[in-house]
C-alpha cells in the first residue's frame, strides 16, 4: 500500500484543519489505519486510528474531543479533522496502514505501511 497524506498548512491557535491521506497499490478496505505525528525533537506518537471498516475508532488522550478520525473505503481515503488546535499539536503528521487495529493502536515500527508526513504548523 503507498500512502500519501496531505492537507498540512499553518493555522492560528483555536483553529481547524483536516488532513488526508490517500491510499493505492491494495485493497484499502483490507487495513485498519492510524495518524500518528512527530514533533522536532520528540518520538513519534499516536494520534488515532479506524478499523478497516470504521466501527471502532481510538484517539490518544490529547487529542480525544478535539480530532475526529473517518475514512471513506469507496475513496481509498483516511481522515483527520482537527478542531481547536493547540501550538502544542504542532508536527509532522503521518499516516499508517496495518492488517491489525490493535497493530496500528499499538503503535510500534512494525506496522505494515507508513505514509511521508505533512506538516502542521499552530501558532499561538
Known amino acids: 500500500v503507498q500512502l500519501q497524506a496531505f492537507g498540512g498548512g499553518l493555522v492560528q491557535a483555536g483553529g481547524s484543519l483536516r488532513l488526508s491521506c490517500a491510499a493505492s497499490?491494495?485493497?484499502?478496505?483490507?487495513?485498519?489505519m492510524g495518524w500518528f505525528r512527530q514533533a522536532p525533537g520528540k518520538e513519534r506518537e499516536f494520534v488515532a486510528a479506524i478499523s478497516w471498516n470504521g466501527d471502532n475508532t481510538y484517539y490518544s488522550d490529547s487529542v480525544k474531543g478535539r480530532f475526529t478520525i473517518s475514512r471513506d473505503n469507496a475513496k481509498n481515503t483516511v481522515y483527520l479533522q482537527m478542531n481547536s488546535l493547540k501550538p502544542e499539536d504542532t508536527a509532522s503528521y503521518y499516516c499508517?496502514?496495518?492488517?491489525?487495529?490493535?497493530?496500528?493502536?499499538?503503535?510500534?515500527?512494525?506496522?505494515?505501511?507508513w505514509g511521508k508526513g505533512t506538516q502542521v504548523t499552530v501558532s499561538s
Open positions: 497499490g491494495r485493497t484499502f478496505s483490507n487495513y485498519a
Open positions: 499508517a496502514a496495518d492488517s491489525y487495529f490493535r497493530a496500528v493502536v499499538a503503535g510500534g515500527m512494525d506496522i505494515d505501511y
